[in-house]
Structures are given as C-alpha cells and as structure tokens.
C-alpha cells in the first residue's frame, strides 16, 4: 500500500490495490475509513482515497474554502499519486465534488459515478439547516440525530454501530464540519451539467430521506446519456443499507467504463 501525504494543501490519501485509478471522494464529514464496505468490491482496480479539508487525517483549516478548493485538492492527490485520468465516485457531497471535478477538469476523468448526491443544495428541496444545526452537537450526539435520515428502518442496528464506531476512529470536529457546509451550501453548476460527456453512473437509494430520491432523478435528467440506477430498501448510506446490490451496480458500470 502507497501511503502520501500532498503537502501544498497538506491533504492526507492513500492508495491500494493495481489496475485503472478510481478515485472516491466522501461526502459531509465523513473521511475515508468511511469507504471500508466499498473497498473489497473495487480489489481489482487501484483506489485512491483522502480526507477532504475539514476531516480525518486532514483535520480542519482556519482559511476558508469553497467546492472549487475542495475538487483542485482531488487533482492534487491525482497528481501526487502519478495518475493522468480516473474513474471518480463521489458520495453525497463528494457527489458535487465530483461534478465541479469533471466539469472543471474533463481530461482527468474516465468516468464519473455519483451516489446520494445531487445537483447543489439550490436544487434540494430538503432544508440543508438541520444538517447546520446538527453540526454543532458532539460527534456521538451527531451521529444518533443523523442516523433517521441515513438509513432504512430495516437497516441492522449492528451495521449502523459499525459506521459509527468507523467514524468515532477519527471523529470531526463542529468546526471541521461546517466548514464543509459553507463550501458546498452556495455551489451551483446545473446549468453545465450538459457538458458531461464521460459515462456518468447517478445510484441512488429510493428510500433516501436526506437527499431525496427527485434530486437524483433531476440530477441524472440534467446529465446526458446518464445512467440512473435505483436501489430498492436503501437510503442515504446505501454501502450500508444494501452493500451488494449497490456494489454490483457499481461493478456493473466500471466493467462497461473501463
């Protein structure tokens, strides 16, 4: 395993595995240990995961930020870790990332998958304030407010105490949090979104209540030539709630990509 640390913007990644580059990005506070139940489906790929600005091994930045600083950074970890162009999955916020990314710097990527995401809080018909007000409680407090919009009632308690126990590992500060829905509250490119022409992979779970299923489906309408694909009983964290289905999608669309 490649370990690095890209020390212009002093942001923390690593790299596993051989084959095409697939970059993940993660979304709202969250930092890549997050990404424990995507990597064993992605083993024959090289992935390439960092903490954004704001979390984990990166930790929070007093200068401000904004969605352009948060993509040039995943450029910047693309170039420290020598790749030209790859696959990027961004996740909820990472999922906006991910778009300014492509639209931004279209020969870096190959394909782009975005999961539980949507075209910018401007278009979300969910109030993103009680996302800002749950920032401000202590991480475990955090997590237990959060965890009805993330799941499915049917999700096991034992798998939700397992993401929590993941993220408590490294946990992110109040600060280091909103700092991150500052950057991403204001972006708004859905009047580019044309301009995608790499595959474009939209994975969404119907039962999502944060970010609600029409954000998808007007996120992958905005997109041309997009696959949208639906995952039944799964909600925000769908790696969580249907590990394999949503792993077999993403398998599925990295295979026709590649």
């Given at each position: 395993m490649e370990v690095g640390m890209q020390t212009t913007a002093g942001i923390w990644w690593e790299?596993?595995?051989?084959?095409?580059?697939?970059?993940?990005?993660?979304?709202l506070?969250?930092?890549s240990a997050s990404?424990?139940?995507v990597l064993p489906a992605l083993r024959d790929y090289r992935v390439i995961t960092f903490d954004n600005r704001g979390v984990g091994r990166t930790g929070h930045r007093p200068?401000?930020?904004?969605?352009?600083?948060l993509a040039s950074d995943a450029?910047?970890?693309?170039?420290?870790?020598?790749?030209t162009r790859a696959h990027v999955l961004?996740?909820?916020?990472g999922g906006l990332i991910a778009q300014e990314f492509a639209l931004s710097h279209p020969d870096r990527v190959s394909s782009l998958m975005l999961v539980s995401t949507h075209a910018g809080i401007p278009h979300l018909t969910v109030a993103a304030s009680a996302v800002a007000t749950m920032a401000a409680l202590p991480p475990g407090e955090r997590s237990r407010a959060l965890a009805p919009l993330l799941y499915v009632d049917q999700?096991?308690?034992?798998?939700?105490?397992?993401?929590?126990?993941?993220?408590s590992a490294i946990p992110t500060t109040s600060e280091g949090l909103r700092s991150q829905l500052v950057a991403a509250a204001p972006w708004d490119r859905y009047a580019d979104l044309h301009q995608l022409a790499v595959p474009v992979l939209v994975l969404h779970g119907r039962e999502d209540r944060l970010v609600p299923l029409s954000a998808g489906e007007k996120l992958a309408a905005a997109i041309p030539h997009s696959e949208l694909v639906v995952v039944e009983t799964?909600?925000?964290?769908?790696?969580?709630?249907?590990?394999?289905?949503?792993?077999?999608?993403i398998a599925d669309f990295l295979a026709r990509a590649a």
């Open positions: 790299s596993t595995g051989e084959g095409e580059p697939v970059l993940l990005i993660n979304g506070g969250s930092c990404w424990f139940r200068e401000p930020f904004d969605l352009a600083t450029i910047a970890v693309l170039d420290a870790a020598g790749v961004g996740l909820s916020m999700t096991p308690a034992a798998e939700i105490a397992r993401d929590e126990e993941v993220a799964a909600g925000h964290r769908l790696f969580t709630d249907q590990t394999t289905t949503a792993m077999d999608a």
